[in-house]
Structure formats: C-alpha cells, structure tokens
C-alpha cells in the first residue's frame, strides 16, 4: 500500500485522512500493536506525523582533482541541483589526505525534489533497508554501490561510477524553533522527536519499502 505524499514547507509528509486503518496495513518489521498504536496517534493529532525534513546526497572520493569533478557531475545529474565541495577536516597520512583539501561533493534536497530522488534511490537498493540504518531519532542512512544502479542512468565510460551515502532527516511540525532568530529555544523535548518506528512506518507508506533485520 502506498500513500501519496504531501509537500509543505519544503518537507514530505501525508495527511491524516490518506491513513490506512491497522487492519488494512501489514508493515513488514513493525507489531500489528505498534502500527495501531501509532496510526491512532497520528490521525488524533496531525502534529505529530513525522515528516521528511531533508535529505542529504554524499560522495566522497578521498582526493581532489579530476575524480572529484566527475563525482560533481554525476551527483548534479542525478539530483538536478549543483553540490557544494567538502574539505578534509584534518590531515590522514596513511590515505594522503591533507587538512583543507576538497574530497567530497554533498548536496541537499527537500520537498518533491527530495521525493523524486527518493524513488530512484529506494530502487537502487531493491526497496529494501536494514534496521540497524534507523537511529533512535528516526533519522535514516544507506549506502548506494554503483549510481548506475538508479533508474535511467546509464553508464559512462568518461565518468566512470560512483557510490553514494543518503542520509533522510526526519522531523515533527514545530521542529523550527530549534532554528528561529527569536526566542530560539536549545532542544526539542524527547517526546517531541520523531521515534525509529514512525520513520519506519512512514517510509513504508510513502515508498512501499522492505525493512529486514541486519
């Protein structure tokens, strides 16, 4: 069963009617209690569905220069947008790293951006992730061997092929004021922050995806 996503303010999230009931949803890790549990909160309070804040694409190459270039390339072709450059935070020797050099490319992602990408990523991976890329915080991070691997790409011998880490912030309506000018508090309380089986449902709904055990 999939849900259709709703975008607002930059994030994804759906809605408290598109909910299916507990007897409709089976997850594929998740209690048929926790599910329930957690569909009757989210219909009785839209404040408190999670949803995705943003999602950040990495790949790192170790070494500046031409493979750092086509590392820009390939993640500005795979996600739209132009990444920004990393440096080394500090010198590795053993890898011939130096402090300040440009190793990485990152960028950012958010709303249907975000939601697009996401379906090709969760398709490089089978629809398939482990548990143990949850954290408590509902936060979520894979890994993608090969970027071919996504849909519609195909391989460039001039490019060569890149892995790549996403990592998806997940977080609860009201997250801002952590990030406000004024009256900017220092914390979201604990019973605010989004659990590591809302992520866990939400994803399922919203990408039909297979949580497995290791």
């Known amino acids: ?16 009617q598109q909910l299916p009931s507990p007897a409709e949803f089976k997850s594929s890790v998740l209690s048929p209690s926790d599910v329930e549990r957690i569909l009757v909160l989210w ?6 569905i999670p949803r995705i ?3 950040t694409v990495n790949m790192g190459v170790g070494t500046s220069g031409e493979r750092l270039d086509k ?15 990393r440096r080394a935070r500090r010198t590795i020797k053993e890898f011939g790293i130096s402090r ?14 975000a939601y697009e990408f ?4 969760f398709y490089a991976v089978n629809y398939t992730l482990k548990l143990s890329s949850f954290d408590p915080y509902g936060n979520v991070a894979f890994g993608i061997a090969e ?5 519609g790409v195909r391989y460039d011998p001039d490019l060569g092929i890149f892995g790549m880490d996403v990592a998806i912030t997940m977080e609860r309506p009201g997250f801002r004021i952590v990030r406000r000018k004024r009256c900017r508090t220092r914390s979201i309380p604990r ?5 590591r089986e809302e992520a866990i449902l939400l994803l399922e709904l919203l990408f039909n995806v297979r949580i497995v055990p290791r």
Do not use: D, W, Y
């Open 1 to 16: 069963m999939s849900v259709e996503p709703v975008f607002r303010n930059g994030c994804i999230t759906v809605e408290p």
């Open 43 to 48: 219909k009785g309070n839209r404040m408190r």
């Open 53 to 55: 804040a943003k999602v």
């Open 71 to 85: 590392a820009v390339k390939v993640l500005s072709m795979l996600t739209g947008q132009e990444p920004s450059i």
């Open 100 to 113: 300040g050099e440009p190793i990485a490319a990152v960028t950012t992602l958010r709303g249907a951006k």
């Open 118 to 121: 996401l379906k090709k990523a």
């Open 147 to 151: 970027h071919i691997a996504m849909p």
């Open 191 to 195: 019973r605010h922050r989004v659990t």
